[in-house]
């Protein structure tokens, strides 16, 4: 039988351990995972500098945690816009777009994608990350090109696509528009990308 | 008259500059601005530490000196590719191409863009570094749609496409396929993109 009393302390824990990397989350995506330091993220959690080491094992494995909480609900999110049946398959990826727009205008252009950020600062340097990193990308590919081979089976998009490579474009084309979009301060280069993907290479504008 | 001397002082000193900027571009395409030591920078310079100030004012001034150098040459560079009169504007669009799948193999994957990794990093905590790096994305940018322009005026590309949406279209979706290429390992994001841009938007392919 669970004991109950140590069943409250367990989710206070998890609680704590959640609250951490949710902290980490939008300070590594601001300021990168290299710039982010400990004590600024458990100072704005209000937890005991020295209790980082109850809760991760370095400062790697929180990094880790935060990728694959992100990914975690990314995914989830992923799965809501674009298996949503009573949208078209082109209506989804639209929507998948507009929260796009809505995150970046939200945060006044300052963060981008913290999948992207990641890759961007530590895929050269760090092969446990890059792999990581790598993993959250494919599947979202995945996620990509199933509703765009059902957009394809339903007659809606270019017959000629291939959607692995119509998703891998997607993916790549989206993460560079977040960084110009973040550059330039703008969401016009997110919108430009848009139009073209729709009207030229889906073909459905 | 000039006092050849002091000519010859002034041509040194402007050389071990070059230099600091070269090993910093390179070291800053790598790891990133503030991962970057300027320890680092001079000692693989074999320059003596305390001397950084006599050609910087401070770091931000090191890495701004390093975005322009760079893209001046880039500039150089692109100038050199998308007007070269003895090709195409296909085949100029395809060798600019070619060079940066050719880089990134020459660098394993793990370097990238300099200006998209700096602009990842630094353009939502700073101004200074967010408005230089935009004004190089910016001067890219009017080259390509040129370029673009020119091909659409001999009937070469899809007539249906804006030059300037379409070449926006092509940095972001270039810089994303380079940022997924050094995630994934691999050229073949770069290749998708290539392969969808030239057969699905420009239609030519």
């Known amino acids: 039988m669970v004991d109950d009393r140590s069943n409250m302390g367990d989710m206070k824990s998890n609680d704590t351990r959640n609250h951490i990397i949710q902290v980490g ?78 995150t970046m205008t939200l945060c006044e252009y300052k963060e981008g994608c913290l999948i992207g950020n990641l890759g961007q600062e530590l895929a050269g340097q760090n092969e446990i990350f890059r792999t990581r990193l790598d993993t959250v990308f494919t599947a979202w590919e995945k996620k990509f090109a199933l509703c765009l081979a059902e957009a394809q089976a339903n007659g809606d998009i270019n017959p000629g696509l291939d959607p692995i490579d119509a998703a891998s474009f997607l993916l790549s084309g989206w993460e560079g528009a977040i960084l110009r979009s973040k550059v330039l301060k703008s969401t016009e280069p997110m919108e430009r990308f848009i139009r073209v993907f729709f009207e030229h290479c889906l073909r459905c504008g």
């Open 25 to 102: 989350a939008g300070l590594i995506t601001q300021k990168g995972f290299g710039a982010t330091g400990l004590n600024a993220v458990l100072t704005t959690c209000g937890v005991p500098k020295g209790s980082f080491y109850y809760y991760f094992s370095s400062k790697n494995d929180f990094g880790l945690a935060v990728i694959d909480t992100f990914a975690e609900e990314y995914d989830a999110k992923l799965d809501r816009i674009l298996t949503d049946k009573t949208r078209s398959c082109i209506e989804r990826l639209q929507a998948y777009f507009a929260t796009g727009l809505e």
